[in-house]
T-cell receptor, first 115, second 116 residues
């Protein structure tokens, strides 16, 4: 049981390049999330998904797209990277059932630098 | 709407002395509340959670937190700090029962330094 895994762990991009971050979970969770972490700001929600085939915008969605084609995977895409997207990106998942405690399980993070 | 304020961005303690990390929240729903810890260059680990049962919540590694509705607070404490407690701590609020997509709202974090 690996929990939540993220690929890659590190990446350096040039401005304007594109990339996709992959998140996978093996806990059969319905809900999945993408966050970015910047110093002094905690984690901010980019996009989330409440089930296979569904996605929704979070707090800071601009410049990112997501897809949830399979229940266990949640992809985060940057079509044209900008230096402001330099950050650490975390994926998380949760059970999402009614009455749940909303505990989210986090991946190890992806450190992205955009030059 | 919900928000979280961690009142100290940095806390410095000596090994063996008590730790207090302060958190105030606001929520339109009856909230679930969490404390997460992040060690350097690591992911987030759940320390403890409040889920409307007991107001005093015990977590891992000797940490505990008390939910005080009248003060809208959820402060984290530990009686005796250990060097391994040096990390960043996040107070987090979520609407109870799966409302609003279970979205979490994070505080800005408190970085704890433990001096020998």
């Amino acid at each position: 049981n690996a929990g939540v895994t993220q690929t890659p762990k590190f990446r350096v991009l040039k401005t304007g390049q594109s990339m996709t971050l992959l998140c996978a979970q093996d806990m059969n969770h319905e809900y999945m999330y993408w966050y970015r972490q910047d110093p002094g700001m905690g984690l901010r929600l980019i996009h989330y998904s409440v089930g296979e085939g569904t996605t929704a915008k979070g707090e800071v969605p601009d410049g990112y797209n997501v897809s949830r084609l399979k229940k266990q995977n949640f992809l985060l895409g940057l079509e044209s990277a900008a230096p402001s997207q330099t950050s650490v990106y975390f994926c998380a998942s949760s059970d999402g059932t009614s009455g749940s405690y909303n505990e989210q399980f986090f991946g190890p993070g992806t450190r992205l630098t955009v030059l | 709407a919900q928000s979280v304020t961690q009142l100290d961005s940095h806390v410095s303690v000596s090994e063996g002395t008590p730790v207090l990390l302060r958190c105030n929240y606001s929520s339109s729903y009856s909230p679930s509340l969490f404390w997460y810890v992040q060690h350097p260059n690591k992911g987030l680990q759940l320390l403890l959670k409040y889920t409307s049962a007991a107001t005093l919540v015990k977590g891992i590694n000797g940490f505990e937190a008390e939910f005080k509705k009248s003060e809208t607070s959820f402060h984290l404490t530990k009686p005796s700090a250990h060097m391994s407690d040096a990390a960043e701590y996040f107070c987090v609020v979520s609407p109870w029962g799966g409302a609003a997509g279970n979205k979490l709202t994070f505080g800005g974090g408190t970085r704890v330094l433990v001096k020998p």
